[in-house]
């Protein structure tokens, strides 16, 4: 800064600039390359954490991989398949659920469902009655007819105050069985799965690829 003074008694200030120093030029571009830097990774880290954060709210609370394990829902899943889980859909007749085995705390079931709150079961020569009714199975039909070539059934009979001790099933209750009937651990031994235990349902299997789309519920 400098400061011109007049003769009559005015004075004027001035700022004089001097041309800066390419190295000063080349200092300021890297300083905000730098910055451009780590704004980018910075960004980065947030959508990664933001992305994180949204899958595990799916998973949590709409939808989860689980697998298979073992042959109890044979010939509709088999042993390692894998499928996806819906939390948030309305238990229906047939559905294929997920939840707690009640006799081994560590362990998830997949089973089907058979009996709503209300429902009296009863099963008489591999066909199905619900409330005195006699109901289909489609998804068992190519099963069944296998075993009846060879003069076996794959349900035997039962009813569900022989198998429970009641004659209904009861409130925020379902009975459920596995499709593979000789070889499943289900309501037949374990009693009813309360509504508030299931995990959820599952009718996309996504493992094995050749294998890969809806399962028969109905």
């Not at 200030?13 to 780590?38: D, L, M, Y």
């Not at 109901?135 to 349900?155: A, H, I, R």
Request: proline share 5%; net charge positive; hydrophobic share 35%.
């Amino acid at each position: 800064m400098s400061r011109t003074n007049y003769s009559d008694g005015r004075d004027e200030s001035a700022e004089i600039f001097e041309p800066r120093s390419k190295a000063h030029h080349s200092k300021t571009r890297k300083k905000r390359s730098k910055k451009g830097k780590k704004n980018e990774i910075l960004s980065t880290f947030v959508y990664i954490v933001v992305a994180l954060a949204i899958c595990l709210l799916i998973r949590q609370f709409l939808f989860a991989p689980v697998s298979v394990d073992g042959e109890s829902m044979m010939p509709t899943l088999k042993n390692h398949d894998r499928l996806i889980l819906n939390k948030i859909k309305k238990v229906d007749r047939f559905d294929i659920i997920v939840f707690p085995a009640p006799d081994a705390p560590d362990k998830e079931y997949i089973k089907r469902v058979i009996g709503l709150p209300g429902d009296e079961i009863s099963m008489q020569d591999d066909v199905l009655y619900l409330n005195g009714k006699a109901v289909q199975e489609p998804y068992l039909d190519q099963y069944k007819k296998k075993l009846k070539e060879k003069g076996q059934l794959l349900t035997g009979d039962f009813t569900l105050m022989g198998k429970t001790g009641v004659a209904k099933v009861p409130e925020n209750e379902y009975f459920v069985m596995g499709d593979n009937r000789g070889n499943s651990k289900d309501s037949r031994i374990f009693g009813f799965v309360h509504i508030d235990t299931i995990s959820g349902t599952t009718d996309l299997r996504i493992w094995p690829f050749t294998h890969f789309g809806t399962l028969k519920t109905e």
